[in-house]
């Protein structure tokens, strides 16, 4: 299957993860979210190192050993590009598969908008532009058939969902560094030391 660049189908962006590592459990398998980035913290919690920078990477090391599964685990995935993102396009060719894929991007380039997508085990939201918008129920509805955004029966759902997309957003963009700026600081920037009164007494001034 031939990937598209705003797509965001189980069949693109589920990928089986197998794992040897000590002491896991033999034979286990483990229906849960994981992100690919989730294999990095897994390596850094088996090797005992604790990162030094800010990611938002979680280790699946507990599944392995034979912890019960997170039920809560979600997958957070984006994809496509803005209509002010020609650049990014495929260029035009003369290969009758690829040629039709890229003209209808150059052509229509609403087709590509951006995307960001939420997925549990149960349920998966994309959030598109233009009401484009998808949401299903994989219970249900595990081959994606039936697009519930918008139906009233599923807004306590897409709310649920929306909101945690919302909330990831908000925790994991703009990732402040984490050594001070070693340039001179203005007198209100107090050291991490400072006691609260003094700090209160520059704050009064």
Request: charged share 20%.
């Amino acid at each position: 299957m031939e990937k598209w660049p705003s797509g965001l189908e189980d069949a693109l962006t589920h990928v089986p993860l197998l794992a040897r590592v000590p002491r896991g459990v033999a034979g286990r398998t483990v229906e849960t979210m994981v992100e690919a980035y989730d294999v990095m913290a897994t390596c850094l919690d088996l090797a005992g190192i604790t990162a030094r920078h800010t990611h938002f990477a979680r280790s699946f090391l507990p599944q392995l050993q034979g912890a019960a599964p997170d039920a809560d685990r979600a997958a957070f995935a984006e994809a496509g590009y803005n209509v002010y993102e020609p650049q990014c396009f495929e260029p035009p060719m003369q290969s009758l598969l690829y040629g039709r894929k890229a003209a209808l991007q150059n052509d229509r380039p609403e087709t590509i908008s951006r995307a960001a997508m939420i997925r549990t085990q149960t349920a998966k939201l994309i959030l598109r532009p233009q009401s484009q918008s998808e949401l299903y129920d994989l219970s249900a509805d595990p081959r994606e058939l039936r697009n519930l955004w918008g139906e009233a029966g599923a807004a306590g759902l897409q709310q649920s969902l929306q909101l945690r997309l919302l909330e990831w957003f908000v925790n994991t963009t703009g990732v402040a560094p984490r050594d001070r700026d070693q340039r001179g600081s203005p007198q209100f920037y107090p050291p991490v030391s400072m006691p609260a009164t003094d700090l209160a007494a520059i704050l009064d001034r």
